[in-house]
């Protein structure tokens, strides 16, 4: 057997006009790393709800690592949790994450996502979270996609008004001790998705939703 028959995930292929999406393997984690360490956000201020990107550059390899299987592991038909790496001209420049729990009963997905610094403000980020609402609604038939950022973080809220996310509620985290945020939630149905003026090339779709035992769509 090959890997893909093992593992169906891995054998999955997302692709836009300028990247391609596929599920994180072990032979990924170089290039994410490199590209987490190469910097995503100004130190001075923490976008995700987890501080991750805080580790020492000694720690991070082996955090991201260890994250990854942990995220294998746990994929079951009721509750999974997919990251794929996002390649970009022959290097790998972030991840994009999609999960759901219980999603034969909510039909919801959410959505998580980071980007090396060098690729910021060019789209990028827009092109990648499309990809994947048109995966998740077109594929997948969920009916709602949901996600969240930091209140000040307009980049990241930016892309949730351009594809037609409506506003779902604010709360309060604290991913670094004594520095509490308010953290804005997005919820998007499928039919206020703003889709663009591509659509995605899909491959190897049909494992995946019989590993997660999702009916097909079409």
């Known amino acids: 057997m090959d890997l893909e028959e093992i593992w169906p995930i891995f054998g999955l292929e997302i692709e836009t006009p300028r990247l391609l999406l596929r599920p994180i393997r072990d032979a990924d984690l170089p290039g994410l790393v490199d590209a987490a360490i190469a910097g995503i956000h100004d130190p001075s201020r923490m976008p995700f709800g987890a501080p991750w990107t805080d580790a020492a550059p000694t720690d991070l390899p082996r955090n991201t690592a260890a994250f990854q299987w942990h995220l294998r592991g746990q994929v079951s038909p009721r509750n999974w949790h997919i990251a794929f790496a996002i390649h970009h001209e022959g290097r790998i420049i972030g991840s994009q994450d999609l999960s759901a729990y219980q999603f034969a009963d909510r039909r919801t997905v959410n959505t998580g996502s980071w980007l090396t610094r060098s690729a910021h403000g060019r789209g990028l980020g827009t092109e990648m979270r499309a990809a994947l609402l048109q995966f998740a609604f077109d594929e997948l038939g969920a009916e709602w996609a949901e996600s969240s950022a930091a209140a000040w973080n307009d980049a990241s809220l930016g892309v949730s008004r351009k594809l037609g996310y409506e506003l779902n509620g604010v709360t309060r985290v604290s991913p670094r001790a004594g520095e509490p945020v308010d953290e ?32 097909p769509v079409r």
């Open 184 to 215: 804005q939630r997005v919820r998007l149905s499928r039919a206020r998705f703003v889709r663009p003026d591509w659509t995605i090339a899909v491959r190897g779709a049909a494992p995946v939703l019989a590993q997660l035992e999702i009916q």
